[in-house]
Nanobody
Framework: QVQLVESGGGSVQPGGSLRLSCAAS????????MGWYRQAPGKERELVAG???????NYTDSVKGRFTISRDNAKNTVYLQMNSLKPEDTAVYYC???????????????WGKGTLVTVSS
């Protein structure tokens, strides 16, 4: 089994910053990809940023230049630095990891429980 635990959410004023962390633990051989998704009230979950094991990153257009994703492979942890936050960034942020648990198994998706980010004055 694999567990993902997010931390770092909270409330911040527009223009502020937050840093999210997500630590993966359990039966892990390799984490092939890690990412952050978000779901705002009444909207579908969307990919915010993703990063490969080689640290190649991609971002949704609305956060480019404001958010930075990074990972520490030794700690099986992914981070999301969020700067210049806007009210429209308000959402529950979910961590995702594509994990290979053994050499003969298929990679599988795992999700954290989510952490709430609220941007409001």
């Amino acid at each position: 089994q694999v567990q993902l635990v997010e931390s770092g959410g909270g409330s911040v004023q527009p223009g502020g910053s937050l840093r999210l962390s997500c630590a993966a633990s359990g039966s892990i051989l390799v984490i092939k990809h890690m990412g952050w998704y978000r779901q705002a009230p009444g909207k579908e979950r969307e990919l915010v940023a993703g990063i490969t094991s080689g640290s190649s990153a991609n971002y949704t257009d609305s956060v480019k230049g404001r958010f930075t994703i990074s990972r520490d492979n030794a700690k099986n942890t992914v981070y999301l630095q969020m700067n210049s936050l806007k009210p429209e960034d308000t959402a529950v942020y979910y961590c995702n990891a594509v994990v290979l648990r053994s050499p003969h198994a298929d990679a599988m998706d795992y999700w954290g429980k989510g952490t709430l980010v609220t941007v409001s004055s």
